[in-house]
Nanobody, 119 residues
Framework: QVQLVESGGGSVQAGGSLRLSCAAS????????MGWFRQAPGKQRELVAA???????NYADSVKGRFTISRDYTKSTVYLQMNSLKPEDTAVYYC?????????????WGKGTLVTVSS
């Protein structure tokens, strides 16, 4: 079992930055694909960014060049650095972990952290 705890959400003005963190429990963190997903009101949850155990990354087109996903194997933590934030980035952001190499198929989920971007 893997437990994921997100932090770092909050309110920011457009153009600002935030860094989300996700601390994972369990000794097999290094073998998991980690991802950040988001869900805005009235919309489906979507992949924002993901990183495999080997460091390969994938980003949604809407965040390419603005967001960066990274992971610290020593701290069992994955980060999402979000720059040049836009009002349309407002959503609940979820951390997720998957046992395979898929960027989209996840087995464990955090409870989410709210990001609000005002214009």
């Amino acid at each position: 079992q893997v437990q994921l705890v997100e932090s770092g959400g909050g309110s920011v003005q457009a153009g600002g930055s935030l860094r989300l963190s996700c601390a994972a429990s369990g000794r097999t963190f290094n073998s998991y694909t980690m991802g950040w997903f988001r869900q805005a009101p009235g919309k489906q949850r979507e992949l924002v960014a993901a990183i495999t155990s080997s460091g390969s990354t994938n980003y949604a087109d809407s965040v390419k060049g603005r967001f960066t996903i990274s992971r610290d194997y020593t701290k069992s933590t994955v980060y999402l650095q979000m720059n040049s934030l836009k009002p349309e980035d407002t959503a609940v952001y979820y951390c997720a972990a998957g046992r395979g190499d898929s960027y989209y198929v996840m087995d464990y989920w955090g409870k989410g952290t709210l990001v609000t971007v005002s214009s």
